[in-house]
């Protein structure tokens, strides 16, 4: 600021033994400096933007020239206080004022662009997968701590305040919160790591470690939400999600989901006949994805039956149950149209001797 008053020595000299005008030419020039720096800032700066793909750029200029304008007001506001010669204090306190509320004017213009940087960032989930519309709250409301956070502590050096009996204390009371809040900040922590590893998403359908079974309808910070099949809502905290296994059927390399039909046939069956009725089965059913192909397996020779299993894939983990019901109900039918026998478990009782009979009365004589 010295350098800068050295500067207007040409205008000391001309209103020499008049502070107040020497004061208000600096203002004056100030402003015409300040107008000189808007109107490059929205011409020529707005003009290069308009180039660009992006509209990021031409938001953030259009949301800097304001507080360039006002802060060369502000360097031009300080000049004229230090050349009118105020006591100490006065002068002490204007000097505070005009940098305190220059503070408050960046850290404005700071909040803003942050969030339309975080906004454009989101959108483009594809190279950010961490920042996502989601967790946008949550990276928004740490930058605004820091930033007012920073602004706060450049206030009270404005206004020479000693800050380290407050820091000690904010210190002390994010470690009481800390302890208080452990859940809730174990739930914050694993839901943003959700988020931003994305072991499930939205619409895809998951096993928890419990059994549960359904579909993610919304992931939140705090907890993930399932809609099971009975149309019923399970909230379970992000901590549990984040240190559980869990199983998602709608992962992989595509959506299609595996569905097992077993199948047990008498001994004795023809077996490659067996085979053939089953492919039909799932080549004739509409639920049936033909890519991957239906597959037969022989798993087993059972205590009472031969173990089969019809491999299919249906489009989606929804309609798993729809189309097992629409195969059992074919299989059964057309084995019982074939001929082909389904085994139950059955015993069969040897008795060695009856009660009552003719060795038994010989035995007691």
């Known amino acids: ?99 305190s509320i220059g503070i408050l004017v960046w850290a404005s213009f700071l909040l803003k662009a942050t969030r339309l940087i975080l906004q454009n960032l989101s959108a483009r989930n594809d190279l950010y997968r961490f920042i996502r519309v989601e967790t946008l709250p949550l990276f928004h409301n740490l930058a605004m701590l820091l930033i007012v956070g920073v602004a706060v502590y450049l206030i009270f050096s404005a206004w020479h305040i000693d800050m380290t009996a407050w820091l000690a204390s904010a210190g002390i009371i994010g470690i009481a919160v800390g302890f208080a809040a452990k859940d809730t900040l174990a739930n914050l922590f694993s839901g943003v790591f959700i988020l931003a ?6 619409g895809d359908y998951v096993v928890l470690d419990s059994g549960e079974r359904g579909m993610v309808t919304q992931i939140g ?24 296994r869990i199983v998602n059927e709608s992962g992989g390399p595509h959506k299609k989901y595996r ?70 109900t074919t299989i059964y039918k057309s084995f019982i149209e074939k001929g082909i026998e389904i085994p139950y478990n059955k015993h069969d009782i040897y008795i060695k001797q009856m009660p009552g009979s003719g060795l038994e009365g010989a035995s007691r004589g």
């Open 1 to 99: 600021m010295t350098d800068w008053l050295n500067n207007l020595q040409p205008l000391r000299d001309v209103f020499s033994g008049n502070p107040y005008l020497l004061a208000g030419a600096i203002v004056l020039l100030g402003f015409v400096l300040a107008k000189v720096v808007d109107l490059f800032t929205t011409r020529v700066l707005m003009r290069a933007t308009r180039l660009t793909q992006s509209n990021l750029d031409d938001k953030i200029i259009d949301a800097l020239h304001r507080p360039l304008f006002l802060t060369v007001i502000f360097v031009a506001l300080v000049g004229a206080t230090r050349v009118l010669n105020l006591p100490d204090k006065a002068a002490s306190y204007t000097v505070s004022t005009v940098v």
């Open 197 to 202: 590893d994305t072991p499930y998403k939205l």
């Open 221 to 244: 910070i705090r907890s993930t939400r399932l809609l099971t099949r009975d149309d019923v809502e399970v909230t379970i905290p992000n901590a549990i999600m984040g240190n559980s």
């Open 259 to 328: 569905i097992r039909v077993k199948v047990g046939v008498a001994y004795g069956s023809d077996i490659d006949d067996v085979r053939a009725t089953l492919m039909a089965i799932a080549d004739r059913d509409p639920g049936i994805c033909k890519q991957p192909e239906p597959r037969v397996r022989f798993r087993a020779f059972g205590d009472s039956a031969l173990l089969l299993e019809l491999l299919c894939w249906v489009d989606d983990p929804e309609l798993r149950g729809r189309a097992l019901d629409a195969l059992y």
